[in-house]
């Protein structure tokens, strides 16, 4: 199955700073990966998403990159802001159709 | 719309009882997942509902738990007797797709302590 590895596990930034998440995965048919954030107390919600098909989306200060040839895709986050503070988490959808979750790396921007 | 709907949003319970969890997925989705979210595990797929049927359910961690989709509006997640090892929080996620499980959409979980 799907393995999905996420670093790093806990991010420090100053506000204003630039933060980037990586994951790589293992199953080269995955063709799906949303990143989520969860704040505290709260349910995971889909922040941005990119398909095999395409190598880099952004989304305002949010951009997420793709290599399919290394297996490794990167959630991007310019100019944080103290409300950016929370869990990021990493998924990939391969042929199981059923999406492999990394570990969480936790966001802490200093104001 | 309310998004996923999760209940009880915070459950204390003693070893030994039934605990019942409920979800109520986005209208005109057509897959439901329980997940399990621990500090030791991470997010923790326990089982999978498509068209209201079962399709993997190989997480659900022993027989003490159970989970149903009478329809497509509502689903329980049992567990039954609890043990002190249970306490995480649970969520529910609902998601729409033709070819698989697309962008998921979780709920608010239910912080479970089994004391």
């Known amino acids: 199955g799907e393995n999905v590895e996420q670093h790093p596990s806990t991010l420090s930034v100053q506000e204003g700073d630039s933060a980037v998440i990586k994951c790589t995965y293992s199953?080269?048919?995955?063709?799906?990966f949303p990143w989520y954030k969860q704040e505290l107390g709260k349910g995971p919600q889909l922040i941005i998403d990119?398909?095999?098909?395409?190598g880099e989306k952004k989304d305002q200060r949010i951009a997420v990159t793709l290599n399919k040839t290394a297996k490794h895709f990167s959630l991007h986050i310019t100019e944080t802001q103290p409300e950016d503070s929370a869990v990021y988490f990493c998924?990939?959808?391969?042929?199981?159709?059923?999406?492999?979750f990394g570990r969480g790396t936790s966001l802490i921007v200093h104001p | 719309d309310a998004g996923v709907i999760q209940s009880p949003r915070h459950e204390v319970t003693e070893m030994g009882q039934e605990v019942t969890l409920r979800c109520k997925p986005i209208?005109?989705?057509?897959?439901l997942f329980w997940y399990r979210q621990t500090m030791m595990r991470g997010l923790e797929l326990l089982i999978y509902?498509?068209?209201?049927?079962?399709?993997?359910d190989s997480g659900m961690p022993e027989d003490r738990f159970s989970a149903k989709m009478p329809n497509a509006s509502f689903s329980t997640l049992k567990i039954q007797p609890s043990e002190p090892r249970d306490s995480a929080v649970y969520f529910c996620?609902?998601?729409?797709?033709?070819?698989?499980?697309?962008?998921?959409?979780f709920g608010p979980g239910t912080r479970l302590l089994v004391l």
């Open positions: 996620a609902s998601s729409l797709g033709a070819g698989g499980p697309e962008t998921q959409y």
């Open positions: 199953d080269s048919a995955s063709n799906y």
């Open positions: 990119i398909r095999s098909n395409v």
């Open positions: 998924a990939a959808r391969g042929g199981s159709y059923i999406p492999t």
């Open positions: 209208s005109g989705h057509n897959s």
């Open positions: 509902f498509n068209n209201n049927v079962p399709i993997d």
